[in-house]
Nanobody, 124 residues
Framework: QLQLVESGGGLVQPGGSLRLSCTAS????????FAWFRQAPGKERRLVSC????????DYADSVKDRFTISVDNANNMLYLQMDSLKPEDTGVYYC?????????????????WGQGTQVTVSS
């Protein structure tokens, strides 16, 4: 069983930055996709960014391209999301998730493990 724990959320002003971290513990060797999802109040959980291990590719939602950067530290089982130029519409609970064997996808049902989420609020 893989456990994921997010950290780094908080309150930030528009234009500011935050770095989210996700610590993975347990059996990680079969993970092929690491992702960050966001769930805004009253809305569905949506993919923000994803990294596919066997292809080395990264995907971003159009709304965060050129502002967010996903990275993976395999040696330490860490996943990060650097968020710059934050906007109020980036507000929500951010979840890290992993998928064994498959590629990145926006389908939440394809991901096997989830963290508990960390709140990000962008407001002046």
């Amino acid at each position: 069983q893989l456990q994921l724990v997010e950290s780094g959320g908080g309150l930030v002003q528009p234009g500011g930055s935050l770095r989210l971290s996700c610590t993975a513990s347990g059996f990680t060797s079969n993970v092929n996709a690491f992702a960050w999802f966001r769930q805004a109040p009253g809305k569905e959980r949506r993919l923000v960014s994803c990294f596919t291990v066997n292809t080395g590719t990264t995907d971003y939602a159009d709304s965060v391209k050129d502002r967010f950067t996903i990275s993976v530290d395999n040696a330490n089982n860490m996943l990060y999301l650097q968020m710059d130029s934050l906007k109020p519409e980036d507000t929500g609970v951010y979840y890290c998730a992993t998928r064994r064997w498959g590629l990145c996808t926006s389908n939440t049902n394809a991901f096997n493990s989830w963290g508990q989420g960390t709140q990000v609020t962008v407001s002046s």
